[in-house]
């Protein structure tokens, strides 16, 4: 019993925590049919740090369970460029459209297959890929003393930034008591020209 896993994208940072079997196998060599692992999980997480020291990305492609228990006895991962994408249409004959396909039919892949509970073992090793590859240097991973050092760097930018506003709300607060003041002096001032021209007209009346 085969079962496709089409869409199961991995990543060469999925390599947090595998479980026991990884620390067993240089993790800087190259796979090769023979190797082992203690699990499929292992074996994954081997070949995604392969991937990420070589430039590109995995995919688990198939997984074969076994049709006696249903427990998974075979995996396959591969370059995420394998296969391609077909276009798919809808019933009347209209084409739906996809966003453009990153698949390239890339053949570059392992299978494992699990020999016996504890032991699974690479049966099939494709090194070659038909695309471009792309290594990304460990220096452009932030490490945690860069986190941190960045973290500080934004504390005292957003404490500056409090005392910038803080500086703004106090002389705006100096700006608006002018202006209520002169408001007020500007008001008393026309109180003041508007009685005088009542009491102008007023005598000139008498």
């Known amino acids: ?19 026991s079997g ?3 196998v240089d993790t800087n060599q190259e796979p090769y049919e023979g190797i082992t692992f203690e699990s499929d999980l292992a074996a994954k997480a081997f070949y995604d740090e392969y991937a990420k020291r070589v430039g590109f990305f995995t995919r688990i492609v198939s997984s074969r369970k076994s049709e006696r228990d249903g427990s998974i006895i075979s995996r396959r991962f591969a370059c995420n460029k394998e296969g391609y994408n ?15 396909s990153k698949r390239e039919g890339c053949m ?4 494992v297959k699990r020999d016996k509970p504890g032991k699974w073992a690479v049966t099939k090793f494709v090194r070659e890929h038909n695309h471009p590859l792309v290594v990304s240097s460990g220096s452009d991973r932030p490490t945690p003393d860069d986190k941190d050092r960045r973290i500080k760097e934004l504390s005292t930018e957003l404490q500056r930034t409090n005392l910038q506003l803080k500086a703004c709300r106090e002389q705006l607060c100096i700006v608006m008591e002018y202006i209520e003041e002169h408001a007020e002096s500007l008001s008393r001032t026309v ?7 009542k009491e102008t007209d007023e005598s000139g009346c008498q």
């Open 22 to 24: 990884i620390n067993e």
């Open 86 to 100: 077909l276009n798919r249409q809808k019933a009347g004959g209209a084409q739906i459209r996809k966003r453009k």
């Open 191 to 197: 109180e003041k020209t508007v009685r005088k021209v």
């Open 108 to 111: 570059a892949m392992i299978l």
């Open 1 to 19: 019993m085969v079962t496709l896993i089409e869409d199961k994208f991995v990543t060469a940072e999925s390599l947090v925590e595998v479980g």
